[in-house]
């Protein structure tokens, strides 16, 4: 007996014209953002968090092979009005392209692949593959945002079991200490990649052992939900194990693969209890005959939306191409640190060994940081500016921060705003205090002050929404994505006195800062 349904034998079948159309259109969208598509496929290759996306296209395709009998039996028909949808996602691209956003742009792409099935094939065909479709979302690396707050709920979880348990414990932030040791709740930490994974797996378990769109619904709930919970009692069993041996046994990185053995258990446990619930697959139907009549030749219709589809998916990159030989002009930039400013001179040697901090901002296309010593005292300036953004090079990133996430040593304490007076007005910067670590035999530890601000287009701003935006307007403008992070730092012995030290120095030499800043950007 033939493994091919029979309604794919004939040479009359449409599938014969349509479905190389569907293949066509899909592989002319991954060409043309093939970009974004590798920026995935980047992510999955080095992210323990998202390493489950090299998985979800296989998983997908077998997902739709097990529907085929079913497709074999409906008949392709292109959906023109699909492509508003089509152009909606296009859109989506171009401005989380010019505003240099992954998340969004990648989204989009996924999204362009989903609506190129119903363009061509129709609505009937969709869903049939519906979850096969939808599935294709888990590729995209999605959930960074989520790890700050959730290293936070878990240090709360742990913390407060140790305490109920009768463990002393002493918080300070991220870090805590109890009578064996110290302990930090790192991003591995977090539980976002048992978050993702089990949410991914859990969705295909319901779609295979359900019918009932509310247990599925159920049980998609279930594995969101089982993960955050499981890895608070990880993170606090693991703490324990070490505390009750000394330290002889979860300590260091085997703690990592105790955690993952204790989620592996937890998932086959939610597995099993889900399996309770089952329900039998449907019955398959037997294909239906179809009576030859021509629809094999491709209809003017079906062209005509395959043509206009692919307009649709190329119109941004018309415009991107437009804006790339002004970026392009930008590949090198030469920043120099000023050897003085005023009556302020360059403290010789490494700022970043002598204070033992250098904000944590990824590849920046030129960087220095600097300290100048004054009449009223030292302030240290650090810059990082960013030319020709992208995926691997922006100036507005998770990862872009004074402190990295993983920071042991250094301390973020309080922020809010400031008005920094200029002699050419005032301007608003974010205020961060940053303490170093504690010294031994009395001395003071490090109590930074730092002053920061996101410098775009010629204008200084503090909301992370407002830069990108303002970057993206410069890109369309013709005038390029150039940014820069603009830091100024001292320690004066206190909080209010290094605030008025940076005041004095800002007074004096801010304008002449940012003014440098836009020569850089000029010299293009």
């Not at 930008?330 to 250098?358: D, H, K, N, S, Y």
Request: net charge neutral.
């Amino acid at each position: 007996m033939s493994a091919i349904p029979a309604d794919l034998a004939p040479d009359a079948s449409p599938w014969r014209s349509a479905l190389p159309m569907a293949v066509g259109l899909v592989a002319a969208i991954l060409w043309l953002y093939r970009d974004t598509g590798l920026a995935m496929v980047d992510v999955w290759l080095r992210s323990d968090t998202f390493a489950h996306g090299i998985l979800v296209v296989p998983i997908s395709l077998w997902l739709i092979w097990r529907q085929r009998a079913r497709l074999a039996a409906l008949t392709p028909r292109p959906q023109p009005w699909v492509l508003a949808a089509l152009a909606a996602l296009a859109a989506l691209w171009l401005a989380a392209d010019l505003v240099v956003v992954n998340a969004p742009a990648q989204f989009a792409l996924v999204g362009m692949l989903i609506l190129a099935v119903p363009a061509v094939l129709g609505w009937q065909v969709t869903r049939a593959i519906l979850f096969p479709l939808l599935f294709l979302l888990f590729a995209v690396p999605f959930g960074e945002f989520m790890v700050p707050p959730m290293m936070e709920w878990t240090a709360d979880f742990v913390v407060a079991a140790l305490q109920r348990t009768g463990v002393p414990v002493f918080r300070e932030g991220l870090h805590f200490v109890i009578p064996s040791g110290n302990w930090s709740v790192i991003d591995e930490c977090s539980g976002v990649r048992y978050l993702m994974a089990s949410f991914m797996v859990g969705s295909l378990f319901a779609y295979l052992n359900y019918r009932s769109y509310w247990r599925r619904a159920v049980f998609m709930g279930v594995s969101l939900l089982m993960p955050i919970l499981a890895n608070w009692l990880r993170a606090y069993i693991i703490v324990m194990l070490g505390h009750l041996s000394g330290n002889k046994i979860a300590a260091g990185v085997d703690h990592i693969l105790y955690g993952w053995v204790f989620f592996g258990a937890v998932i086959f446990l939610m597995f099993m209890v889900g399996m309770r619930w089952a329900q039998p697959d449907e019955p398959a139907e037997a294909p239906v005959a179809r009576v030859s009549d021509g629809s094999a030749r491709p209809t003017t219709a079906a062209w005509a939306t395959l043509a206009a589809a692919l307009v649709v998916a190329a119109a941004p990159h018309a415009v991107v191409r437009g804006m790339e030989a002004s970026d392009a002009a930008a590949a090198e930039v030469r920043l120099v640190p000023p050897p003085a400013l005023g009556a302020w001179q360059m403290l010789p040697g490494p700022e970043a060994e002598r204070i033992g901090w250098t904000p944590n901002f990824l590849n920046p296309s030129a960087q220095w940081q600097q300290a100048y010593a004054g009449p009223a005292g030292t302030v240290g300036v650090y810059v990082a500016y960013y030319r020709a953004q992208g995926a691997e090079r922006k100036l507005i990133s998770s990862l872009n921060r004074l402190l990295s996430i993983n920071e042991r040593v250094w301390r973020e304490r309080d922020a809010g705003d400031v008005q920094l007076i200029a002699a050419d007005g005032t301007v608003t910067l974010q205020q961060t205090r940053i303490e170093g670590p504690a010294a031994a035999g009395g001395v003071r530890r490090p109590d930074l002050q730092v002053w920061h601000g996101y410098w775009v287009d010629g204008r200084i701003h503090v909301d992370e929404r407002q830069a990108k935006l303002a970057g993206a307007l410069s890109r369309v403008q013709g005038r390029g994505d150039d940014g820069a992070l603009v830091a100024l730092y001292a320690d004066a012995g206190s909080p209010e006195r290094s605030r008025e030290l940076l005041q004095a120095f800002a007074r004096e030499h801010w304008a002449a800062l940012v003014e440098s800043l836009a020569r850089t950007r000029d010299a293009r």
